[in-house]
């Protein structure tokens, strides 16, 4: 959880991550929206572009809770007995990046993809840096606390998400179509961002993407290379898990 009264610094690499390439700019994305956690909105919030002009393979560092907590406006919780009050002092945070290096995938296809919860509090000095939740989920310092019997008490915790099961990605067949077009045949389960394809020759370590993103089934794709066998994959981002999902590796003999 982002505790936006207090520094939340991101570390984002100048090498992106698809091409491995140094990048001379890099784009920050950061969207803010309070509701389902798998429903983030199409517009950020902000966006920054960061310059690379040294050519630095370092990364690059900075604090994002005063601009989440302008998106937070507190309203007091209030409840008339013992019971559960959902909260809503709360918002979800989603980033990502573009890259602008020689290859032009880096600056179409999101990376360093994360969701995370943010609230409106603070961490202690002594926390050090991106603090997380208390083990115990209680939002509050101590574990005893003295109020009147007469009173009021409102105690914030912060409680599991649901579990929902991680979706899927499976390439079922790749067929040529006319050199270098490829008929992908595929399919997937769960809530999924935009799902991209990527290649690399059968023992290299090294992937490459392609430039169009995954649509319909069965999807046209461009694989304009050289003769050989290659693996194919596909990934997506997971709306409900937030992390990044891999199908199925394919291999093709291309001729």
Not at 24 to 51: C, N, R
Request: proline share 5%; aromatic share 12%.
């Amino acid at each position: 959880m982002i505790k936006t009264l207090s520094p939340y610094y991101l570390t984002i690499p100048f090498v992106a991550p698809l091409s491995g390439l140094t990048c001379t700019e890099f784009t920050l994305q950061i969207f803010v929206w309070d509701g389902a956690k798998s429903s983030p909105p199409t517009s950020a919030l902000y966006e920054s572009t960061i310059k690379n002009p040294t050519s630095s393979v370092g990364n690059s560092k900075f604090d994002i809770a005063n601009l989440i907590s302008d998106a937070i406006r507190f309203t007091q919780q209030e409840g008339s007995g013992t019971e559960l009050i959902n909260g809503n002092n709360q918002v979800w945070v989603k980033w990502q990046t573009f890259y602008k290096t020689t290859l032009a995938t880096d600056n179409t296809t999101p990376t360093n993809i994360n969701t995370v919860l943010a609230s409106k509090a603070y961490a202690y000095g002594f926390d050090g840096e991106n603090t997380t939740t208390p083990t115990n989920k209680i939002l509050l310092s101590g574990n005893d606390f003295k109020v009147s019997r007469n009173s009021i008490f409102v105690l914030p915790i912060e409680i599991e998400q649901t579990v929902i099961v991680l979706g899927t990605l499976t390439i079922e067949n790749i067929t040529v179509s006319t050199h270098p077009l490829y008929d992908l045949d595929w399919s997937s389960t769960g809530n999924l961002g935009d799902i991209y394809y990527r290649y690399r020759l059968l023992g290299d370590t090294d992937w490459f993407f392609g430039f169009e993103t995954i649509i319909s089934d069965p999807q046209e794709i461009e694989l304009d290379i050289a003769p050989g066998t290659y693996e194919v994959q596909l990934q997506a981002y997971d709306n409900d898990n937030a992390v990044i999902i891999f199908s199925n590796i394919f291999n093709i003999n291309i001729v």
